[in-house]
């Protein structure tokens, strides 16, 4: 039998893929190209765009042209919140498979069950704990994404996500150090930690517990292994994790805050539970606790309401601190959220138009971080040869670093100090 895998979306699902090809993997299956001829598709949809709902559907018709009478099984985000739009994509029967019974999807694709939609779907918004999923490798990469919670409870207005996904819900410490081990002896030298809502880890746990309980735990393990921080509230950056971050060798000096608007005005429009302040404290105290720390950025832009002068005042909000990457979105109506009823929609023009300032602000800000560092040396993970000349990394607090090399030093960790700015990072020489 064999059988295609397609993967759209956020590091949760390319977490949840990994698991679900290593569960393959010790199945009597071959495992194809998606765009080859297969018995068993399966697709691990997106939803937190209209673009990542029209893309996943894209690729489920890619599979039904290329095989018809194949067994389609789609999961993911975009079936959970519209399963009968999945089911109108064509004819032939399509299995859909619930966010929360993702641990049996394989058992599912691999049978004749009769794919009825209420039996593997359930009421997301009542589980209480998390998926059961393990990865025991995460493809031919040296960096590998580990799902340590599910879920989440803020509701932002913009977002579909928590009707996705249900509530938050944790790994236990002990599961987590389990997956981290695995990696640990497949040879990866970087983990990310990742979830839905990743600053409330363990909240949701008996006895509770928090990120940086676990974060001390797998330093504690002492792995060889450097871990990487995904996403994290303004709110959920604490003294006590920016204390821990400075006291490791082992936590990437790396952050990634979602701020989405610097207005406080949208801010609350977009149930968001933080002014702008707050904001720009964090990132200042991240600055003085960790000297050289990178800052990336979410930033939301033409949400409902947002006037010349709210757009403003994050433009001058992001231009006045010490970050060092802007990942720019305009905003799109996502149905099934409070903001895609909202008035005062932004023109699309106008979108464009900020969207465009705030990428060249983007630029202005990478290249003074990547200037800043010239001359220092920095560990970075070479990830392999960039178009078969330089060797390419990832510096620990992640500038893209360039140099050469005789010997093919993939997944390796290796000094090089930085000497010249290029356009899509730094070039270095190996020390």
Not at 87 to 113: T, W
Not at 142 to 170: E, H, L, W
Not at 273 to 279: E, I
Not at 407 to 412: F, G, K, P, V
Request: hydrophobic share 40%; with cysteine.
């Amino acid at each position: 039998m064999k059988v295609a895998l397609a993967t759209l979306g956020c590091k949760v699902n390319q977490f949840e893929s990994a698991a679900f090809l290593s569960e393959l993997g010790e199945r009597d299956v071959e495992l194809v190209p998606f765009s080859h001829k297969a018995d068993v598709y399966i697709v691990n949809t997106c939803a937190v765009t209209a673009k990542g709902g029209a893309q996943s559907r894209q690729v489920i018709r890619r599979a039904l042209k290329v095989n018809p009478k194949a067994r389609l099984v789609v999961t993911g985000c975009y079936s959970q919140v519209a399963p009968q739009d999945v089911l109108e994509i064509a004819n032939s029967p399509i299995c859909i498979v619930g966010n929360g019974y993702k641990h049996r999807l394989v058992d599912i694709a691999l049978s004749d069950l009769h794919c009825d939609l209420e039996m593997h779907m359930g009421d997301i918004a009542r589980l209480k704990e998390v998926c059961p999923l393990t990865a025991k490798s995460f493809g031919e990469r040296t960096r590998a994404y580990m799902k340590v919670q599910d879920g989440c409870n803020s509701f932002c207005s913009y977002c579909i996500v928590p009707y996705a996904r249900g509530r938050s819900r944790s790994y236990a410490i002990d599961q987590v150090l389990n997956q981290a081990a695995l990696f640990a002896e497949q040879d990866y030298r970087e983990v990310v930690l990742t979830g839905i809502h990743l600053g409330h880890y363990g909240l949701d746990l008996e006895p509770k517990t928090n990120l940086v309980a676990l974060v001390r735990a797998l330093v504690a393990q002492n792995l060889p292994i450097r871990y990487r921080l995904s996403s994290l509230e303004p709110t959920e950056i604490t003294d006590e994790l920016l204390e821990l971050m400075a006291a490791s060798a082992a936590i990437m000096p790396y952050l990634h805050i979602p701020l989405q608007s610097g207005d406080d005005g949208i801010l609350k429009k977009m149930n968001r539970r933080y002014p702008a302040a707050t904001f720009a404290e964090k990132v200042k105290k991240s600055v003085a606790r960790l000297p050289g720390v990178g800052i990336g950025v979410d930033v939301l832009v033409g949400f409902p309401g947002e006037d010349e002068a709210a757009f403003r005042n994050t433009y001058d909000l992001l231009a006045s601190l010490p970050v060092a990457y802007l990942h720019v979105f305009p905003y799109s109506k996502r149905p099934g959220t409070v903001a895609a009823g909202m008035a005062d929609q932004v023109a699309k023009k106008v979108k464009e138009e900020r969207v465009a300032l705030l990428r060249d602000l983007d630029h202005k800000k990478r290249m003074a971080f990547y200037r800043q560092h010239l001359g220092s040396v920095q560990q970075v993970l070479v990830e392999g040869r960039k178009q078969g000349k330089m060797l390419r990394g990832f510096s620990e607090n992640y500038i893209p670093v360039h140099f050469a090399a005789a010997d093919n030093l993939a997944n390796t960790l290796v000094s090089v100090r930085l000497e010249e700015l290029t356009d899509d990072g730094v070039l270095g020489v190996l020390v």
